[in-house]
């Protein structure tokens, strides 16, 4: 069933560009896209595929759900990385615990208990204070990088309606604040994230049409609202092109009432679910493949698009993660 | 013996809709929630009158341009009968729609609970008040709910649908009224207001200004403060508010539909809803899933039947098109594709049993064969959730 992986490529994309060598070779990597388009399953098969080519990789779920981990068949991660498959770590972003290792590090306090219900002073600032959660969680991806934990640190970052004020944080505290070690800290943070060496964005989406507006839209949101580089779009679930037009017209003449007949007598049962089923593919593959022009014809000239089969698979686990390695490999022509 | 006086569970949505004020469509993100909260308020407008109002987030630009809602905003626009006329219906009742401006609504309700002209417009002009209530998305969850406390308690719709806006977490808008009241019954923010109204500290809190001092700077802490110095003047307006909001989402009157797809992460997000909604006492209406791949696709006889077809597709093919090879080749391809589709529909049949017996309504809506961008698309996904 993987092996339709190189027809869907073909099919839909044979037009676009789709080599993004570099895409590997960056230390951090936001995965991002509307709810839903599987950004997940993305993130983590970029962190199985770097972790093939040798890369000690990080991949870090934002909106914690334990997603990431149960892609890889483990059990849920926490602030802490565990190494859930040979090469990739896992772990869960958990801004409280983010600001408990900033202040440990950087203030030396010695027992943060001193300073009263950390967790309920934590959601009093961040709730009041513009930015301090999304700066709490730029800030520990940043700082992976720059103590060079990891060659690559990928995340599963904040849908699409909400990664341009996570990623626009640190310029925005940098307005904000003045003075103070906040101040200090968002400078390097900076220098990080606007470095399109070492950062990149990829936007994940699915050939519909709120989807592929929503790209459309986050493509100029991060260009004018941010100082990262948007590296590639990637589209999943990328119906395979079933017939071309040759084999549509034999389809054509074998679905005829006289021939449905036959067929039917000759295989032993109704054949007409089975071509019912095709013609589904096939209309379904031609609604979205309207939409897979649209996002092409809409994008800046020069970005990656890759295309990422629709997984016909049992359930959503190791096996699965492993496919989306290698589609996303060939995608980038490794 | 004691006499059952609770009424039968509602079969349909039609009947489920017939006794309600208040249907709030929420769910996983990406699964046609507000396509499905426009379809449910057409389909009631049209076949139970009275005013119905769509209280949307952001309608695909295609649809609202189909339905004349091209820029609308928080004011409630009727959708006209021309709409209609378009899809060969005729609506009993009326149509409307309004979208939420967040913060449009903020500034509503800042100007609603100011307790004097100065202080609303300092709140206004504030620059971390601009910020709070245009970025953050806990603020889009509290508004969104506000708003629908507004329009219900101004009692001009028999019926309005709540899309609910994409949340990090399904749960935070119901939470969002109550964690609204709680921020500004704080201790929390008393706290971080004393120092700068009186600068005596007390030795307990002195640590706290000093870290928040280190991390933040003086200024901007004391930009904060002077912010909900302001707000405070409205705390008591905002308690009851979000106290009364919080009442209404478990009135009788009002219930929540759950909608998604049977793909596993979305579906796996409206099991946890719905066992959320039930576990609050909040009514579970019905669940909804929509794309839902059509049942011959796991017939075992088809499935059997595909798998010899795709073994012996030169031989079935013989003979009845002008080119045998071709023939062979789309009739593997054909078997193949129905083989691969009857993963994914097994898949989500066992996903769809699971969720059987949660709600009192389990509501399936099949793949279409087009996006829906007219009201002749929302009344025909309406037909089929409808009954």
């Known amino acids: ?334 | 013996m004691t006499v059952q006086t609770q009424p039968a569970a509602p079969k349909t949505l039609a009947q489920l809709l017939s006794a309600k004020d208040i249907v709030i469509a929420c769910g996983p993100g990406g699964v046609g929630k507000t396509t499905t909260a426009a379809s449910v308020a057409a389909m009631a407008a049209v076949e139970q009158g009275g005013r119905v109002l769509v209280l949307t987030v952001d309608p695909a630009r295609r649809l609202a341009d189909a339905l004349g809602l091209k820029g609308i905003g928080n004011d409630e626009v009727r959708i006209t009968d021309d709409v209609f006329a378009r899809a060969a219906a005729h609506p009993r009742g009326e149509l409307w729609a309004a979208m939420l401006d967040t913060k449009q609504s903020w500034d509503d309700l800042i100007r609603a609970h100011a307790p004097d002209e100065e202080t609303r417009e300092q709140i206004l002009a504030n620059p971390l008040y601009q910020n709070i209530s245009a970025r953050f998305v806990q603020s889009h969850d509290y508004i969104a709910m506000e708003r629908l406390y507004e329009i219900h308690t101004e009692g001009k719709y028999d019926l309005i649908v709540v899309d609910t806006p994409p949340t990090r977490n399904a749960l935070d808008f119901l939470d969002a009224p109550q964690r609204m009241a709680d921020f500004f019954s704080s201790r929390l923010l008393r706290w971080l207001i004393v120092p700068y109204r009186s600068r005596l500290v007390n030795v307990a809190s002195r640590p706290f200004y000093q870290v928040a001092d280190r991390i933040l700077g003086t200024q901007f802490l004391a930009d904060i403060s002077e912010f909900f110095i302001l707000f405070q003047s409205m705390y008591k307006g905002f308690v009851e508010r979000a106290e009364a909001v919080t009442r209404l989402l478990s009135d009788r009157r009002t219930t929540f539909i759950v909608v998604s797809t049977l793909e596993p992460t979305p579906v796996r997000e409206a099991e946890f809803f719905s066992a959320e909604l039930t576990a609050r006492k909040l009514h579970l209406g019905a669940v909804v899933l929509n794309k839902v791949l059509p049942e011959y696709l796991r017939d075992a006889k088809a499935d059997k039947l595909a798998e010899s077809m795709k073994a012996r597709a030169s031989e079935l093919a013989e003979g009845l098109t002008e080119d045998p090879d071709v023939a062979a080749r789309v009739l593997e391809e054909v078997s193949e594709s129905f083989l691969n589709f009857g993963v994914v529909a097994r898949r989500e049949a066992e996903q769809q049993a699971e969720l059987k017996g949660t709600p009192d309504l389990l509501v399936t809506v099949p793949y279409f064969d087009a996006d829906i961008y007219d009201m002749g698309g929302l009344l025909q996904l309406g037909a089929q959730v409808w009954h």
């Open chain 1, 1 to 334: 069933m993987a092996g339709r992986s190189s027809r869907a490529g073909a099919g839909a994309g044979a037009a676009a560009v789709t080599t993004a060598p570099d895409l590997l070779d960056l230390r951090l990597v936001f995965v991002t896209g509307k709810g839903g388009v599987g950004k997940t399953t993305v993130a983590a098969g970029l962190g199985q595929l770097a972790a093939e080519h040798g890369k000690r990789v990080l991949v870090c779920e934002v909106d914690a759900k334990g997603d990431v981990a149960a892609l890889f068949e483990s059990p849920p991660t926490d602030f802490t990385p565990r190494e859930v498959t040979p090469g990739v770590w896992s772990m869960s972003m958990d801004t409280e615990a983010s600001l408990r290792e900033y202040l440990k590090l950087h203030l030396r306090i010695p027992v943060v208990g001193r300073i009263g219900p950390l967790a309920k002073a934590f959601d009093f600032v961040a709730t009041a204070a513009p930015g301090v959660r999304e700066i709490l969680t730029v800030g520990k991806l940043t700082w992976e990088v720059k103590e060079r934990h990891y060659d690559l640190v990928v995340v599963d970052a904040a849908a699409s309606g909400h990664i341009v004020g996570q990623l626009a944080a640190p310029q925005a505290i940098n307005d904000l604040v003045k003075v103070g070690l906040i101040r200090s800290q968002t400078d390097w943070m900076l220098d990080i994230l606007s470095d399109p060496h070492q950062t990149g964005l990829i936007a994940v989406c699915t050939p519909e049409e709120m989807p592929v507006s929503e790209t459309l839209e986050l493509a100029t949101r991060v260009r004018e609202e941010t100082t990262v580089r948007m590296s590639a779009v990637v589209v999943n679930r990328v119906l395979p092109e079933l017939f071309n037009q040759r084999e549509e017209e034999i389809f054509e003449q074998l679905s005829r009432p006289e021939s449905e007949r036959v067929l039917s007598e000759r295989a032993g049962g109704t054949v007409t679910p089975v071509l019912d089923g095709a013609r589904l593919a096939v209309t379904m593959r031609r609604t979205r493949s309207v939409h897979l022009q649209r996002l092409q014809a809409g994008l800046p000239k020069g970005l990656p698009v890759l295309l990422l089969p629709y997984l016909f698979a049992r359930s959503f686990g190791a096996r699965t993660t492993r496919q989306v390695a290698h589609a996303l490999g060939e995608e980038l022509g490794l």
